[in-house]
Antibody, heavy 119, light 108 residues
Framework: EVQVVESGGALVQPGGSLRLSCAASGFMFDTFAMSWVRQAPGRGLEWISTISGRSHSTYYTASVQGRFTVARDNSKNTLSLQMDRLTTDDTAVYYC????????????WGQGTLVTVSS | DIPMTQSPSSVSAFVGDRVTITCRAS??????LAWFQQKPGKAPKLLIYEASILESGVPSRFSGSGSGTDFTLTISSLQPEDLATYYC??????????FGGGTRVEIK
């Protein structure tokens, strides 16, 4: 069974840092690009970052470029998101999602982890 | 990025009704369009990809159509378990995979 499970969400002060993790199982992890998608409270879905299967390429939406860093460890089937210089606008549920490159969409999602940025 | 516009923002219908949601892209995205269902407090779930292909395990009352800039998600006979918010997502501008604003479906 395909599974992705996020962890690491917490309450953090503005300007602080946080690292999210995603553990994947049930599929050949290194053959899939992976993404982070977030959802602010009561709002819609926002793609924020993608990393290719072998980590050759990383991509970010403009609002997190230079503050967030996506990485993966294919030996451990894990994905991470290092988030620095957090602002209140980063408050959201963060989802780890697998990309289906044939369909250019997200075909598997984790349950999400909540990041709250507040003083 | 390619902005995606969904309408209506919410719809209320009776069990058994036909429900239609539309999604419009700001430019031609061919058929690189997916639909997701998100139930309250849950992660999104892929329903349809490439505009009209039903994901495995998704009930056949869900269908998608369209190409270019205009797309439709149809629920042929609304069921109580279809209470959710539905999102479209374009794949044409990979890696920037953008979503529509969502349509909340409520049961009368």
């Amino acid at each position: 069974e395909v599974q992705v499970v996020e962890s690491g969400g917490a309450l953090v002060q503005p300007g602080g840092s946080l690292r999210l993790s995603c553990a994947a199982s049930g599929f050949m992890f290194d053959t899939f690009a992976m993404s982070w998608v977030r959802q602010a409270p009561g709002r819609g879905l926002e793609w924020i970052s993608t990393i290719s299967g072998r980590s050759h390429s990383t991509y970010y939406t403009a609002s997190v470029q230079g503050r967030f860093t996506v990485a993966r460890d294919n030996s451990k089937n894990t994905l991470s998101l290092q988030m620095d210089r957090l602002t209140t606008d980063d408050t959201a549920v963060y989802y780890c999602a697998r990309i289906n490159m044939s369909a250019l969409t997200f075909d598997q999602w984790g349950q999400g982890t909540l990041v709250t940025v507040s003083s | 990025d390619i902005p995606m516009t969904q309408s209506p923002s919410s719809v209320s219908a009776f069990v058994g009704d036909r429900v239609t949601i539309t999604c419009r892209a700001s430019q031609d995205i061919s058929t690189w369009l997916a639909w997701f269902q998100q139930k309250p407090g849950k992660a999104p779930k892929l329903l349809i990809y490439e505009a009209s292909i039903l994901e495995s395990g998704v009930p056949s009352r869900f269908s998608g159509s369209g190409s270019g800039t205009d797309f439709t998600l149809t629920i042929s006979s609304l069921q109580p378990e279809d209470l959710a918010t539905y999102y479209c997502q374009q794949g044409n501008s990979f890696p920037a995979l953008t979503f529509g604003g969502g349509t909340r479906v409520e049961i009368k």
